[in-house]
Nanobody, 122 residues
Framework: EVQLVESGGGLVQAGGSLRLSCAAS????????IGWFRQAPGKEREAVSC????????TYANSVKGRVAASRDDAKYTVYLLMNDLKPEDTAVYFC???????????????WGQGTQVTVSS
């Protein structure tokens, strides 16, 4: 059974940091890029970042550029998203997803996690 399980979300004050984790199982992790998306209440899902199989990262959301860093540990089947200098507008449910290549389009992602809530207070 394919699973992507996010963790690490929570309530944090503006200016703080969080590191989200995405633990994968049930598929060949090393053959997939892992993307991070987020969705705030009343807003469309937004691509945040992606890390490819060669560990090259791409940040898609202009609002987070310079504040997020994705990494992956292929031995642990886990991807991380470190978020710094968090702002109230970063409040959203954050999802990880697996695709054969990095893209900001949600369509190519084959597998999705359930999401983890990040709430940033002002």
């Amino acid at each position: 059974e394919v699973q992507l399980v996010e963790s690490g979300g929570g309530l944090v004050q503006a200016g703080g940091s969080l590191r989200l984790s995405c633990a994968a199982s049930g598929f060949t992790f090393g053959e997939y890029a892992i993307g991070w998306f987020r969705q705030a209440p009343g807003k469309e899902r937004e691509a945040v970042s992606c890390i490819g199989i060669s560990h090259v990262t791409t940040t898609y959301a202009n609002s987070v550029k310079g504040r997020v860093a994705a990494s992956r540990d292929d031995a642990k089947y886990t991807v991380y998203l470190l978020m710094n200098d968090l702002k109230p507008e970063d409040t959203a449910v954050y999802f990880c997803a697996a695709a054969r290549f990095c893209t900001y389009h949600a369509g190519p992602y084959d597998y999705w996690g359930q999401g983890t809530q990040v709430t940033v207070s002002s």
